[in-house]
């Protein structure tokens, strides 16, 4: 497994932005692709954005299109994600993952929150 270090979450004014980090260590970070997944209180836990090993290809819920970008260092063994135009209902606890075979996330960060207020 990989080992994450989520960062960069906290307290937004709606419109406003964050950045969030994920720092890997462990298995090779440049092998696998790599998720943000978010939780709210009383939710399941939902897939935001996927990146592919090489950054080539991404993915992003219909939710978050146009406001959120996923990219990724391969040099600095992170992945970012950088949240624009905030909503209230972005509010939850964001969890980065690794998916060494491309679609099945194995390890999982500990979570950073993002609070958006109106």
């Known amino acids: 497994q990989v080992q994450l270090v989520e960062s960069g979450g906290g307290l937004v004014q709606a419109g406003g932005s964050l950045r969030l980090s994920c720092a890997a260590s462990?298995?090779?970070?440049?092998?696998?692709?790599m998720g943000w997944f978010r939780q709210a209180p009383g939710k399941e836990r939902e897939f935001v954005a996927a990146?592919?090993?090489?950054?080539?290809?991404?993915y992003y819920a219909d939710s978050v299109k146009g406001r959120f970008t996923i990219s990724r260092d391969n040099a600095k063994n992170t992945v970012y994600l950088q949240m624009n135009s905030l909503k209230p209902e972005d509010t939850a606890v964001y969890y980065c993952?690794?998916?060494?075979?491309?679609?099945?996330?194995?390890?999982w960060g500990q979570g950073t929150q993002v609070t958006v207020s109106s």
């Open positions: 990146i592919s090993w090489s950054g080539g290809n991404t």
């Open positions: 462990g298995r090779t970070f440049n092998r696998q692709a």
């Open positions: 993952a690794a998916a060494p075979d491309g679609s099945t996330y194995d390890s």
